[in-house]
């Protein structure tokens, strides 16, 4: 989306490595930031999301970063499987629409 | 619970038919969001309804429409199709209470084919 700008597109890592996906946006008024993974042929699902009055928030292998000044976040992941494989999209609201990123292809290799 | 339904699944039209897309949110959320997904532009918003009232629209032509009932259950209708509206339309529902601060659920999708 024109308003979030999501890196890199792609990302191939080996099993056991750890996965970081980096998103920009440009409304500083945002103050919402989710991150929603979509296997192949099924829905997107939300799997972490951070507000902006704290800078980080881990759940298990995954967590999520904010920087509100440089206004980005970025999602980790680390000790990737497998199952990890999936698009992973980030979103932020924006003058009341709500703009996905473009989606980062992650392939973990066994 | 169930999740959100919409229907149809698939569907094929012809350039310059209308097409009109079902979702039925989980029960108790108010509100529901629209979003084509294409492999080109990734998730793109198209509006949002809350108490059947339009809160949010997103950068669509008119031909994209919607609607919300009491029951919450929302449609969307594209008129005068175009080979360009081929793509996965997602509707996803929510709590809802404030714009933008609660997941998502999404269905599972309808894609439509544009011949």
């Known amino acids: 989306g024109e308003n979030v700008e999501q890196h890199p597109s792609t990302l191939s890592v080996q099993e056991g490595d750890s996965a970081v996906i980096k998103c920009t946006y440009s409304?500083?008024?945002?103050?919402?930031f989710p991150w929603y993974k979509q296997e192949l042929g099924k829905r997107p699902q939300l799997i972490i999301d951070?507000?902006?009055?704290?800078g980080e928030k881990k759940d298990q292998r995954i967590a999520v970063t904010l920087n509100k000044t440089a206004k980005h976040f970025s999602l980790h992941i680390t000790e990737t499987q497998p199952e990890d494989s999936a698009v992973y999209f980030c979103a932020a609201p924006a003058r009341n629409k709500f703009y996905f990123g473009s989606g980062t292809k992650l392939n973990v290799k066994p | 619970k169930a999740g959100v339904t919409q229907t149809p699944r698939y569907l094929i039209k012809t350039r310059g038919q209308q097409v009109t897309l079902s979702c039925s949110p989980i029960s108790g959320h108010r509100s529901v969001s629209w979003y084509q997904q294409t492999p080109g532009q990734g998730l793109q918003f198209l509006f949002e309804?809350?108490?059947?009232?339009?809160?949010n629209k997103g950068n669509f032509p008119g031909r994209f429409s919607g609607r919300q009932f009491s029951n919450s259950r929302s449609e969307m209708n594209v008129s005068t199709l175009e080979l360009g509206d081929s793509a996965l339309y997602l509707c996803?529902?929510?709590?809802?209470?404030?714009?933008?601060?609660?997941?998502?659920?999404f269905g599972e999708g309808s894609r439509l084919t544009v011949l």
């Open positions: 951070i507000r902006s009055n704290v």
């Open positions: 309804y809350f108490s059947e009232t339009q809160r």
């Open positions: 409304d500083s008024a945002s103050n919402y």
């Open positions: 996803a529902s929510s709590l809802g209470q404030g714009t933008w601060d609660g997941e998502l659920f």
